[in-house]
C-alpha cells in the first residue's frame, strides 16, 4: 500500500498496491532475479518506483503472491486470495483510521487485467472505506473516519487503441492489443468521471516504470515505442469514481474537486 501526497498539501489519499510477489513467480529476465530472490527483487523495485514518484510512505501487507488465473499458485493456501475478508478488511480500516484520507484509490472490479489478487484488494477495499466510517464496525481499530471519495484507478479504452494506432503506424506487431480490444480490456471512455493532467510529472511517472524491471523489460508492449511518444501517451490519468454513488456523470480534472 502506498501513501501519496503532493496534489493539494493538506489533500490526503490512499491507494492500494502491489502485493508480495511470490517465490514461484517469473521473472522477465532471469539475469535480475531467480525464484528464490524475487520477492526481495519485487519489493526493492516498488520502494525506487515510490523514491521516483516521492511517495512518504510505504506499508506492505505481506501476503503472498496468487499467480494468474489458472497458475498453481492458485492453490497455494497462502495465497492473498485465499485469505478471508474478516483478516484483510479490519487491517485495511485500521490504516484508513489512522491516515484519514479524503480519497482512496483501488483497482477497478476487473483488477486491471484480470490479476486474481488485484480483484480480491479491489473487493476489500471497497468494503473497507464503507465500514472505516461506521463506529460500530470495528471499533478496535481506531476513531472512525469517512473518506470523502473512492476512485478505481482505470486505462481508459482509447489510450489502448490509441497505442495500438502507434505501434501499427511504426511497422510494429499489434496482436496483444488487438486481443485486449477483443476482450474489452480498458475502461469505456464514456464512463470515465476524472481526467487528470500529469504530463508536468510524466518524467516521474516513466522513471517508477523503469523502477519494475522484472515485470517491465523490453519485451513489454509500453516498450516497444519510443520513450517521447509513451510519454505523451501516458500525460494522462483516469480514475472512475466508485463511492459515493453520483446522480449523474462527472467530468473533474482534479479528485479532490469540491472538497474542503
Same mark, same amino acid.
Given at each position: 500500500m502506498a501513501r501519496w501526497h503532493g496534489m493539494r498539501q493538506t489533500a490526503r489519499m490512499l491507494r492500494w498496491s502491489v502485493l508480495r510477489a511470490a517465490r514461484s513467480a517469473k521473472s522477465l529476465d532471469p539475469a535480475l532475479a531467480t525464484v528464490e530472490t524475487l520477492a526481495t527483487v519485487r519489493e526493492g523495485e516498488l520502494r525506487c518506483a515510490a523514491d521516483a514518484l516521492g511517495i512518504r510512505e510505504l506499508i506492505f501487507l505481506d501476503y503472498r503472491d496468487s499467480g494468474m488465473i489458472g497458475t498453481p499458485e492458485n492453490d497455494d493456501e497462502r495465497a492473498f486470495i485465499r485469505v478471508d475478508a474478516a483478516e484483510v478488511v479490519p487491517r485495511l480500516v485500521g490504516m484508513i483510521r489512522r491516515i484519514k484520507p479524503q480519497v482512496v484509490l483501488t483497482f477497478d472490479p476487473q483488477g486491471g487485467y484480470g490479476h486474481p489478487d488485484h480483484i480480491a484488494i479491489h473487493t476489500h477495499t471497497v468494503a473497507a472505506v464503507k465500514a472505516a466510517g461506521d463506529a460500530a464496525q470495528f471499533p478496535e481499530e481506531g476513531e472512525p473516519w469517512q473518506s470523502s471519495r473512492l476512485f478505481y484507478v482505470v486505462i481508459s479504452r482509447?489510450?489502448?487503441?490509441?497505442?495500438?494506432?502507434?505501434?501499427? #503506424?511504426?511497422?510494429?506487431?499489434?496482436?496483444?492489443? @488487438?486481443? !485486449? =480490444?477483443?476482450?474489452?480490456?480498458?475502461?469505456?471512455?464514456?464512463?470515465?468521471?476524472?481526467?487528470?493532467?500529469?504530463?508536468?510529472?510524466?518524467?516521474?511517472?516513466?522513471?517508477?516504470?523503469?523502477?519494475?524491471?522484472?515485470?517491465?523489460?523490453?519485451?513489454?508492449?509500453?516498450?516497444?515505442?519510443?520513450?517521447?511518444?509513451?510519454?505523451?501517451?501516458?500525460?494522462?490519468?483516469?480514475?472512475?469514481?466508485?463511492?459515493? #454513488?453520483?446522480?449523474?456523470?462527472?467530468?473533474?480534472? @482534479?479528485? !479532490? =474537486?469540491g472538497l474542503e
Open positions: 482509447g489510450t489502448f487503441l490509441r497505442m495500438r494506432d502507434r505501434m501499427k #503506424e511504426a511497422g510494429l506487431d499489434t496482436t496483444r492489443f @488487438d486481443q !485486449f =480490444e477483443e476482450s474489452g480490456v480498458g475502461w469505456p471512455d464514456e464512463n470515465i468521471d476524472a481526467t487528470i493532467d500529469v504530463s508536468a510529472t510524466v518524467d516521474a511517472k516513466w522513471r517508477s516504470l523503469q523502477c519494475h524491471a522484472t515485470q517491465f523489460g523490453k519485451d513489454n508492449p509500453f516498450q516497444q515505442l519510443p520513450e517521447a511518444v509513451m510519454k505523451q501517451l501516458f500525460s494522462r490519468e483516469h480514475f472512475a469514481l466508485a463511492w459515493p #454513488e453520483r446522480a449523474s456523470r462527472q467530468s473533474w480534472s @482534479d479528485l !479532490f =474537486e
